[in-house]
Every structure is written in C-alpha cells, then in structure tokens.
C-alpha cells in the first residue's frame, strides 16, 4: 500500500519525542550527567487525598459483583458531564453538549476527522504542537495558515490572514507564550469568526491557572456557542496526565453552513471511533469537581504557579526578555540571537537542564525557549542554582 505522503511533511519525530531522544542520546554519553527537565509540561505531584481517593473507591469497587461495570457511555458518565457544566462552566453549558475523553490531545486529533480532508485550518504560531501535526497528516501543510503571535504585536493574531480559513485553533492561556487574551481580544474573535462563519477550536487546558477575570471559557462571551467548540483537561489541574480525562464541548447551538448540527457529527464519529474514557478516570474527574477536590486543584495550581514564578525572577535577574509565567505554567524566553535549538544543546551541555526549544511550536517560534514550571520544588530552585552558575 502507499504511505499517506502527508507523512513527509512532518518532522520524523513528535517534539517531545525528538527531546527525549536528544536526552537518550545525551545520557549515553554522560551516564553521570544529573539531568533537569523544564521541558515537557508534565505535573509532578502526586495526586491529591480527595481526588485520589475517587479513584480508589470505584477500582476497588469493580472488584466486587455489585460494583462491577463494563461499557459506559462513550459520551462519559451524565454526572460527570453535569458536574463540568455546573462546577467549571457556570451552567453557561449544557451537560448535553459535554464529551467526556480521555485528554485534550486525544480530541485534538478526533476533531481533524471531524473537520474532514477539504478544511484549512488556521493556527496561531507558536503553538501547541499537536494541532500543527495533526492538521498536517490528515490534510497537508497546504492547508494550513500560521498566524503570528509574537511579542511585537502582543502574542494577538492578525485576522486578516485567517480569512480563508475554515477552523481556527486558539489556546488560552497560551501554549507555549503564557499570553492570556482579555475578553475584548476573544470577542473581537468571536465577532470575526461569526461574521465569516468559521469555527473556533478554542483550548482551555491551563484555564484554572488564570489570575484575575481573564476568561477561562470562550462561553463567557455571548453568543460563542454558536462558533465555537472548546477543549478542556484534567492533565494540568488535577495531575491526571497518566491518568488520562479531558472533555470537549460542542453545543447544540454549533451549526455548518448547511444547517446541520455539528454536535450530531461529533456524537456519530465519537460513538464510531471511541469507546469513553475509563470510568477509574471519570470517577477521579467527579472527585476533583466536588468542592474538597477543587480547593485541592487550587493549592497545586498555585504550587506550579509559584515555581513558575521563581523561574520568572531568575530569568528576569539573568537579563532575559521573558513572557507569561502569569496565567500558564510557562515561560517564552527571548534568545539573544541564538537559535533555539542551539540554546537547548547549550543548556544542556553547561547546566544539564533541559528546556524545550521554541522552533519546536513553529517558525515564530524560533530565537526562543520554552521554560516548564512543572517541577518537584527542590529541583527548580537546583535548576536555578545552575541558570545562575551558567550565565556567569
Ligand atoms: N492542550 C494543550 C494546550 C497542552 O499544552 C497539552 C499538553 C494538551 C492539550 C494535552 O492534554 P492531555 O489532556 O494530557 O491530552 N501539553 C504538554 C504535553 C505535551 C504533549 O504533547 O502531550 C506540553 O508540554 O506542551
């Protein structure tokens, strides 16, 4: 059979794969080396009493006759959907219209069959790597436009140049930048989008880290539901990145150009493709939306929060130009002139701290690094200790 030749157009390797390659590789040379990660956006505490014991209670029940379940619905459980349009969205949602998953990338990647081979697909750049990768295997790179957000015009997108486009895939906070849009830049969005009727793929993977009243749902603005489809994840806010939940809303209110409901399309192909996310994680997510697991998701945001902070002053003291850090558990550092990939070999090298090359989330992205803030407490300041040591 012949290969799908949009596999040539991606890079060989996934970014984090590529990393963790380099990371092999670099360990075989320096069995000894004590590696830091401030790569990967991964969490690191355990997970916490309430929401741990959510998961317990139902494994252990499946070990009994009564407690037993097989196949839920591929939807996921109602009270879960209906805990996270009461808890997380105010009931600006319906339990209805929520996908329970098993994680935000996994639906990435379903939401591309959705949209189908003739879509082009707007993206803003630098971003989070799994929409450009997954939109260039199911369509090519032809149909794809990048839309700049640099610091030069304040991490927000031209527009204009995403007037061909069909779908618009926006994360906020940002991924990798940290950049947070206020709600008059997501109602400028929405205005657009309901203007041109295109469909926004809005990602709030790292909404519980904002500080303040910045939006945390594209549904805060009015008449969203009518453009826009949003992710969401248990990834970042309850450490569930092994254990495996996220969700996505398409509301009934989310038509095609032809009138039908996309939402209909979205429970045919998840029905068709997809058999739920376990009900071990689900019963975790329950836990984590009732009022002792949402307090404990606050303390270990905050915990990330305050690391990502540390990191923050330590760049700024070594005289960086840095971004985010705020709203997202990032850093965007500006290179003084290097490449990106060459800051990482270099930092590898000298302080034996990994980072994740900007150039990694797109061309915008090159000339710059981003910092992790997901770390045990002792090893971020470890890293810093050697961030200072090495700029010396
Ligand atoms: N959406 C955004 C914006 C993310 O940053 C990530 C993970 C996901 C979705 C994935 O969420 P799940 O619910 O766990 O599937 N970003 C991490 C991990 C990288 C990866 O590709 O998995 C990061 O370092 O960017």
């Known amino acids: 059979m ?68 097989g196949y839920g619905p591929e939807q996921g459980i109602l009270e879960l ?65 990048l839309l700049p957000c640099t ?16 779908v618009l895939f926006l994360c906020s906070p940002n991924n990798p930048t940290g950049a947070l849009f206020s709600h008059e830049q997501l109602a400028t969005i929405v205005q657009f989008a309901k203007d041109r009727k295109k469909i926004i793929v809005f990602d709030t993977a ?53 009138g039908e409901p996309v939402r209909a399309d979205w429970m045919r192909l998840i029905t068709t493709f997809y058999n739920g996310s376990s009900i071990i994680s689900q ?12 307090s404990e998701m606050r303390e270990l945001v905050s915990f990330y929060l305050e690391s990502t902070g540390l990191l923050l002053e330590a760049f700024k003291q070594l005289g ?18 290097k490449s990106s990939w060459d800051a990482f070999d270099e930092l590898l090298r000298t302080a034996h701290v990994l980072t994740t090359p900007g150039i990694g989330f797109g061309e915008s992205g090159d000339g710059f690094l981003r910092i992790s803030g997901f770390g045990k407490r002792a090893t971020i300041l470890e890293a810093i200790g050697r961030l200072h040591r090495y700029r010396q």
């Open 81 to 145: 959907r209906q805990a996270i349009a009461t808890t997380l969205y105010h009931d600006r949602v319906d339990a209805d219209d929520v996908f329970v998953s098993d994680g935000a990338k996994c639906d990435i990647g379903r939401l591309q069959t959705l949209f189908g081979p003739e879509t082009s697909v707007a993206l803003q750049d630098p971003a989070y790597p799994a929409y450009l990768d997954t939109s260039i295997i199911h369509r090519g790179r032809d149909s794809i436009i």
């Open 206 to 258: 790292y909404s519980l880290y904002i500080q303040g009243d910045g939006p945390r749902s594209i549904y805060e603005i009015a008449g969203a539901k009518e453009v826009a489809i949003e992710i969401g994840s248990f990834s970042k806010i309850a450490g569930f990145s092994g254990v495996r939940l996220g969700w996505t809303v398409v509301p009934k209110e989310l038509h095609y150009h032809s």
């Open 2 to 69: 012949r290969r799908n030749t949009h596999f040539s157009q991606v890079a060989s390797r996934y970014l984090f794969q590529e990393i963790r390659e380099r990371k092999r590789d670099f360990l075989q040379q320096y069995p000894h080396a004590e590696l830091i990660s401030l790569s990967i956006g991964d969490t690191t505490e355990p997970i916490t009493p309430h929401i741990c014991q959510g998961l317990t209670s139902i494994s252990s029940s499946l070990g009994s006759e009564a407690g037993y379940m």
């Open 320 to 337: 960086y130009e840095v971004y985010g850090g705020i709203h997202a558990p990032y850093l965007w550092v500006r290179l003084q002139g």
């Open 151 to 166: 610091p030069e015009n304040h991490f927000f997108p031209d527009l204009a140049l995403a007037e061909k486009a069909d």
């Open 283 to 294: 019963h975790g997510g329950i836990a984590a939306l009732q009022p002792a697991g949402m």
